[in-house]
């Protein structure tokens, strides 16, 4: 198991409490997918999930739309074990990194995905490989995260993942040439004090990861980054924010531009 996959099966069983910040972004891009879709157009033969978790996701798309089968995928079997019922009675689990899959000539009309393909190596160019591959009627809807993301942890650790930009964002999808539509947003969500922000990242399974402040090792290490982020971030109740920057992105591939 990687350190990604064995990072999140350890957060397995406080995902879901803690996903405050993952539900309001899945709020939002199922909103964009109902403005985006009109009723004539929700039906899907075959739904791939890139980045599945516990299926908070995979619940409301599944509630939407009309899909007749799903192909779920995550690196974590523990996070897979929670999806909940969906209406297909028997979706096809895949465990695993879902970028050494191909999707070419399974039939895949719908490609959903949050939260996720920011922790690829090349997220801009997974996305275009998976759009081609996918059928000629396909639908995408994804969201992602942008520079901004985590900013309180990356301006006081100086570590974070390199998120592609917004205008990055633009040039990759005009290239492959489908009507798309991209949107971002910053979300702000206040925590009660730094330690409660690094249980939120443990919970969420990014404690240890790129955007995480691995160099708090120590009791000193952690007083230190407390007296910080209190210091430069507080607001006059004592509250810290952390800052998420999601980004949407919907394409249609049964139009061209």
């Not at 075959?46 to 690196?75: C, K, N, P, Y």
């Not at 009675?89 to 070419?104: C, F, H, K, Q, T």
């Not at 650790?157 to 290239?175: I, N, V």
């Not at 507080?234 to 049964?254: E, M, R, S």
Request: glycine share 6%.
């Amino acid at each position: 198991m990687t350190s990604l996959a064995h990072q999140f099966d350890r957060a397995a069983s406080h995902y879901n409490e803690a996903a405050e910040p993952q539900r309001l972004v899945i709020d939002r891009l199922v909103q964009l997918i109902k403005e985006h879709l009109p009723q004539a157009e929700r039906h899907f033969a075959h739904a791939f999930e890139m980045g599945t978790g516990s299926g908070l996701l995979t619940e409301r798309i599944d509630q939407l739309l009309e899909v007749d089968h799903w192909t779920l995928s995550d690196l974590s079997p523990a996070l897979l074990a929670q999806v909940p019922r969906l209406r297909d009675p028997y979706p096809e689990m895949r465990v695993g990194d879902a970028s050494e899959l191909s999707l070419e000539g399974l039939g895949i009309d719908l490609f959903v995905s949050s939260s996720a393909i920011q922790w690829l190596s090349d997220p801009c160019a997974y996305l275009q490989r998976i759009v081609r591959e996918l059928s000629g009627e396909a639908t995408i809807a994804i969201s992602t995260f942008g520079p901004d993301n985590l900013l309180e942890i990356r301006q006081l650790t100086g570590q974070g993942l390199r998120y592609p930009s917004l205008a990055t964002w633009h040039c990759t999808l005009q290239e492959l040439g489908y009507p798309y539509e991209i949107h971002t947003e910053r979300l702000v969500i206040p925590f009660a004090d730094p330690l409660a922000v690094l249980q939120h990242l443990h919970h969420t399974g990014t404690a240890q990861l790129p955007n995480a402040p691995q160099q708090i090792r120590t009791p000193n290490q952690l007083r230190r980054f407390t007296k910080e982020y209190i210091t430069t971030f507080a607001d006059k109740t004592g509250q810290v924010p952390l800052t998420f920057q999601p980004i949407y992105i919907i394409i249609n591939k049964h139009h061209t531009v």
